[in-house]
């Protein structure tokens, strides 16, 4: 489609500078919008100025427009106040899943119709098919990079207005035709803060918005083993900076969070990486969103990943209604953590998920 207007979300990375690079090359009038999602309060850690530097440059050596938005107000309005809600109330909230749900792949959508584009794209590593005039989203090709987890929550309708020029291509080729085409960022490191807010110590940050309780740290059995800042603070499954390592009956092997008693405001640990209360074999899932518009056949197997970077582990479906849906896993998961996302897979077609509980 030769000519077709197609707004490219440039963040001033090499996925994004590619993914803009190659849509021109292909003839589509090229737009590149950089967000501006987060007022800056830390010069230290945001980098949203160097990054509009970069994305600026990269722009020049393409030939596109590049335009500024500022999203930040719908940012802390749909995300970061659901992100505070979830982490006050003991879970561990996925903030890139809502963040593309709310913010890349609605408000940033919005724009660009504004702007006479019929669709957007981004350099998300995904892929998708059409099949009878609906759309599949597809693992990408190169799976060390697959970022289906984080857009399992779009639907139809932002599919069919979404492109995504990596899904075929591996990092390594990306970067290579980001040197080949002479983009400075072409070596620039993969950004792993949280989305839009970037890389900062992460408790520091969390303190800066939540009221630190303190309360005990105890055994299953009830042995008070340590003090804990605030349950917020705390994710299942987490070894460092829970605090008690230097203990003299500590010996033997680390702790980890193994849960959270609220009522009592108690951080509850374990030791051994394998203890059984960090271990489950079924799972409940709300605030379901599926990819196809209607729930998965109950009948058939799937794979189910519980966090991004894990491989997708054999699973059925034992209960699902509008509500929610019940999980058993053929082997027990590790350290599954309320409030990040349960996504369902079936071969490499991502069919979407739910919010732990």
């Not at 230097?246 to 193994?258: F, L, Q």
């Not at 509850?268 to 409940?284: A, K």
């Not at 350290?335 to 996302?341: E, H, I, L, R, T």
Request: negative net charge; proline residues 4%; charged residues 25%.
């Amino acid at each position: 489609m030769a000519g077709e207007r197609v707004v490219v979300g440039m963040s001033g990375g090499v996925d994004s500078s590619v993914a803009a690079l190659l849509l021109k090359h292909q003839g589509f009038d090229v737009v590149g919008l950089f967000m501006k999602n987060w007022e800056d309060d830390d010069e230290e850690y945001c980098s949203t100025r160097e990054d509009l530097i970069d994305c600026a440059s990269v722009a020049e050596v393409i030939g596109v427009d590049l335009e500024v938005v500022n999203f930040s107000a719908e940012y802390k309005e749909r995300v970061f106040s659901a992100f505070l809600a979830e982490y006050s109330a003991g879970r561990t909230p996925n903030p890139d899943v809502l963040c593309n749900a709310e913010i890349k792949f609605r408000a940033f959508l919005d724009h660009a119709l504004s702007l006479g584009a019929k669709r957007i794209a981004t350099g998300h590593y995904a892929r998708l098919r059409e099949s009878a005039g609906r759309f599949e989203l597809l693992k990408a090709v190169d799976l060390s990079k697959d970022q289906s987890y984080f857009l399992h929550r779009l639907n139809q309708e932002q599919l069919a207005r979404v492109v995504f020029p990596l899904g075929e291509l591996k990092k390594t080729e990306v970067r290579a035709i980001a040197k080949e085409a002479g983009l400075h960022n072409f070596s620039k490191r993969d950004s792993t803060g949280i989305c839009f807010i970037g890389e900062r110590p992460f408790r520091d940050f969390l303190g800066r918005y939540l009221p630190k309780q303190p309360g005990a740290v105890r055994t299953p059995e009830g042995k008070v083993v340590g003090e804990h800042i605030g349950l917020s603070f705390y994710t299942i499954g987490q070894r460092k900076g829970v605090g008690i390592g230097g203990r003299k009956d500590s010996e033997g092997e680390p702790w980890y969070v193994a849960g959270k008693d609220r009522d009592k405001n108690e951080l509850i640990v374990v030791q051994g990486h394998d203890h059984p209360l960090l271990l489950r074999e079924r799972l409940s899932a709300r605030d379901l969103a599926w990819v196809s518009g209607a729930p998965p056949d109950m009948q058939l197997p799937y794979g189910g990943k519980t966090r991004y970077r894990q491989a997708d582990a054999a699973c059925h479906l034992a209960q699902v209604s509008a509500a929610g849906l019940d999980v058993e896993f053929d082997a027990p998961q590790w350290a599954v953590a309320p409030g990040q996302s349960l996504v369902l897979y079936r071969g490499e077609v991502c069919l979407g998920g739910g919010v732990i509980q």
